[in-house]
Structure formats: structure tokens, C-alpha cells
């Protein structure tokens, strides 16, 4: 059985202050959910909050990561310092990183085997664009983004990958993808992975949908039988709504 993991992607929200009070109105419910829960929040926000989240079940991520460990990488932050800090998890690859900032499947793939290496959870994200779903491609590009993604990576280190499946055209665009499409593109990408690792990899990593999540859909995403949980952007900020999501991830 796979634990659910819910995931709040703060983006460019939230100061510090304002992050640790989310927090700490967020960590009762998260203390007993039966999910895992996880903060991302933007590398400034960082140590406060992994102060706030100590000693409750809220771990904190960032929301991307460099692939080099140190050198000339002005603005960059590395593996090391993350795990310094105590961050546990690190989002690589999301959509708007892909689009504004020219992240590839190379530099996604460079930063998934660097966290593996400093014991950060990357949670990769993948995705198809409203054109590709409308052409009949996104199948094969999430494929290929997938299988790049994980390129050169054991099937040891593979099972710790987290995948999360955001389809670009339902991002902050309030239109969720239906249950069931959610569900098929989760259990595709599980395909791929036992094409790639095998079933014991395949029933081991755990796969989020995400995008347009919220407190009234999330029950309905999370009773599908190959979502294991979200990535919640906009939702994510309000502490009620987190909370009613992280409650049906714990009743899923
Ligand atoms: P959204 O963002 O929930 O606001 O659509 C999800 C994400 O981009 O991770």
C-alpha cells in the first residue's frame, strides 16, 4: 500500500511570516492525517519553515533545485544547502519552471539523480499542454518525459521518485481534469514505469495528480485507484481548503 502524499506548491506566495503562520494553522489536521504532507515553499521561506514544521508530521520541500553542487551559479541553490536547512523534498520540473525558465528533460533529469544523491525526495513533474492533449500526443510525450526524467537512475533510488502529473491546461486555470482522465494518465505513467523498473518499482512510487486540485475535487481525485496524492497550488494557500484536502487523502 502506497501512502498518500499531499503536497502544497506555494509558488511565489507567501513571506516568511505569512508562511509560518500557514503553517501552524495547517500542522494540527496534518498531525493526524494519515497521509504525508509536505510544504513547498520558495527557498526564502525555507528555514522559517522548516522551524514551524518541527516536530510535527509536516515536512518541507523546495520548489526546484541546481544539478551542480557548488561553483559560478549566480542566484542558484544546491542539494547541500537544502539538506543543511532540512528540507526532505525538492519539486523538479514543474511546468512553469519548464516554460519561463527553460528547465529540459536534461536539466530535470540532472537535478532528480542530485537529490536522490543528497537524500532530498525530488518530486518530479510532468505534463501535457492543451494543444498536445488536443493533437493526441500527450500519451507519448508524458511517456518520454517520464523515461527521461529517470534516466540513469536505479531502480533502488527510482522507488523514492515521487511523479506528478500536471496537466499544463489545468494548472491555476480552476479546470481539473475529470477523475477518470487524471486516473488514466496516473496508471499510464505507472505502465511506463514497470516497462522501465518492473511491477515492484511500479506499485512502490507514488504518482500525484495536480492542477486546479481543490477542497471540492480532492476526494474524488484521491478515491481514483492510481493517484496517490496531490500537488496543490492555489488551494494550498488557505488553510481550510488544505485541510479539507489533506482530510480526504486521510479518508481516501
Ligand atoms: P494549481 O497549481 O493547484 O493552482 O492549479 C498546481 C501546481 O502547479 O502545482
Same mark, same amino acid.
Given at each position: 500500500m502506497r501512502t498518500k502524499l499531499i503536497a502544497g506548491?506555494?509558488?511565489?506566495?507567501?513571506t516568511p511570516s505569512q508562511g509560518v503562520a500557514l503553517i501552524n494553522e495547517i500542522k494540527e489536521t496534518a498531525n493526524a492525517a494519515s497521509c504525508d504532507v509536505v510544504v513547498c515553499t520558495p527557498y526564502i521561506c525555507l528555514p522559517a519553515a522548516v522551524q514551524a514544521a518541527n516536530g510535527s508530521k509536516i515536512a518541507v520541500s523546495a520548489e526546484n533545485m541546481h544539478f $551542480? +553542487?557548488? !561553483? @559560478? =551559479?549566480? !542566484?542558484e541553490i544546491s542539494a547541500a544547502m537544502l539538506k543543511e536547512v532540512g528540507v526532505t523534498y525538492t519539486v523538479i520540473g514543474h511546468s512553469e519552471r519548464r516554460e519561463? =525558465? @527553460? $528547465?529540459?528533460d536534461k536539466t530535470v533529469n540532472l537535478k532528480t539523480i542530485k537529490a536522490l544523491e543528497n537524500d532530498i525526495v525530488p518530486i518530479v513533474c510532468v505534463g501535457e499542454s492543451l494543444e498536445q492533449r488536443e493533437s493526441g500526443v500527450a500519451f507519448d510525450f508524458i511517456a518520454m518525459q517520464v523515461k527521461l526524467a529517470l534516466n540513469g537512475i536505479s531502480a533502488e533510488d527510482a522507488k523514492k521518485v515521487v511523479i506528478a502529473y500536471e496537466p499544463i491546461w489545468a494548472i491555476g486555470t480552476g479546470k481539473t481534469a475529470t477523475d477518470e482522465q487524471a486516473n488514466e494518465v496516473c496508471a499510464f505513467i505507472r505502465q511506463q514505469i514497470t516497462a522501465l523498473y518492473g511491477t515492484d518499482v511500479a506499485d512502490t512510487m507514488r504518482i500525484l495528480y495536480g492542477g486546479s486540485m481543490n477542497a471540492g475535487n480532492a476526494a474524488g481525485l484521491l @478515491?481514483?485507484? +492510481?493517484? +496517490?496524492g496531490g500537488l496543490i497550488g !492555489? @488551494?494550498?494557500?488557505?488553510a481550510p481548503d488544505f485541510c479539507t484536502i489533506i482530510n480526504a487523502a486521510t479518508n481516501a
Open positions: 506548491n506555494w509558488k511565489m506566495n507567501n $551542480e +553542487d557548488k !561553483g @559560478a =551559479f549566480t !542566484g519561463y =525558465f @527553460a $528547465e529540459t @478515491a481514483q485507484s +492510481d493517484i +496517490d !492555489g @488551494a494550498s494557500l488557505k
